[in-house]
């Protein structure tokens, strides 16, 4: 089997089958061939696991978790990759490739219907055009997970594994870290791939949590709450939720104060139990 970071042989092939790298697909392929195996290692710790991928390339990563894990199912939006893969990956029978959009794809019939009794993760190189929808996706559709091992660009990475409560994080930081606890793994600089992206980049892991560490009395109105408080993380607490709120500012700067907080607190000061604290007594006071 040829090497799939080896330039000439990558090369080649993308020029038999007059491949063309398309920016807006995200696609920048792996050519540091220390990565993958690095990642699957991180993603697959049994032989009897199921993995999603998504974003194939030529099937680099693909490769990699097929050697370690018991099934593979890749999910890839570029039909013109298709004959590239069944090429690439034509020694392995436990890969499934399924040409479609990974937003729009049924995650939870793929578990039931290819990971039958086994414990499942995903481990992708993301698109990062749709980082952030992907990883809520996989979160809020609350999945049979075990772990989401994931590349993201730097900047991402920092944001999505921020301690709730400080300067980088944002309300992905909170959706994470409600569903999940991050940690990044390592950084890869951005020569590690072709063709080479303007910034680096560095793999993550979501360890998905069995049960959220918050207790709330309406998840809906958390998240609402949150959005609306990093929507306009600048302002004071009671002004950025009332805009997103069917309340008055003197109703939620009450709250805000019997949740034990500062009127003059910003959400990226609150840690995860303030938030929820303010949530539950937002969720009392709409339906005293
Ligand atoms: N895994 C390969 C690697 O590491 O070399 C490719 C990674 S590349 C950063 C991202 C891949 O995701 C591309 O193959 C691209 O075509 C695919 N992709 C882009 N948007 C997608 C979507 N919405 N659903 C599924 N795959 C997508």
């Not at 039931?112 to 055009?129: I, Q, R, S, T, W």
Request: charged content about 25%; aromatic content about 6%.
């Amino acid at each position: 089997m040829r090497e799939l970071t080896n330039i000439n042989y990558i090369k080649e092939l993308l020029n038999k089958n007059n491949f063309r790298f398309s920016k807006s697909l995200g696609q920048n392929f792996l050519v540091n061939p220390s990565v993958c195996p690095r990642m699957a290692d991180y993603a697959v710790w049994e032989d009897n696991m199921g993995v999603i991928e998504i974003g194939t390339g030529i099937g680099v990563l693909t490769k990699e978790l097929a050697l370690r894990a018991k099934k593979v199912v890749a999910i890839e939006l570029d039909m013109s990759l298709m004959p590239i893969l069944s090429e690439t990956l034509a020694d392995f029978d436990n890969i499934t490739i399924i040409n479609e959009d990974v937003l729009k794809a049924d995650l939870e019939k793929i578990i039931k219907e290819h990971f039958d009794g086994m414990k499942v993760c995903v481990c992708a190189n993301l698109p990062y055009y749709i980082t952030s929808p992907v990883i809520m996706k996989l979160l809020e559709s609350k999945l049979p997970l075990e772990n989401i091992t994931v590349m993201v660009q730097r900047e991402a990475a920092d944001r999505l594994c921020a301690e709730v409560g400080s300067r980088n994080s944002g309300a992905v930081t909170v959706c994470v870290d409600y569903y999940s606890e991050a940690q990044k793994l390592f950084d890869v600089s951005k020569g590690s791939f072709i063709p080479s992206p303007k910034v680096d980049s560095a793999v993550i892991q979501l360890q998905v949590r069995k049960e959220p560490e918050i207790e709330l009395k309406d998840e809906k109105l958390f998240f609402r709450m949150v959005k609306a408080a990093f929507g306009q993380r600048r302002k004071t607490i009671p002004n950025s939720i009332s805009s997103g709120f069917s309340m008055s500012k003197e109703e939620i700067t009450n709250a805000v104060v019997s949740s034990g907080l500062k009127p003059t607190a910003r959400a990226e000061e609150l840690s995860m139990e303030e938030l929820a604290e303010l949530a539950n007594k937002l969720y009392e006071v709409k339906n005293a």
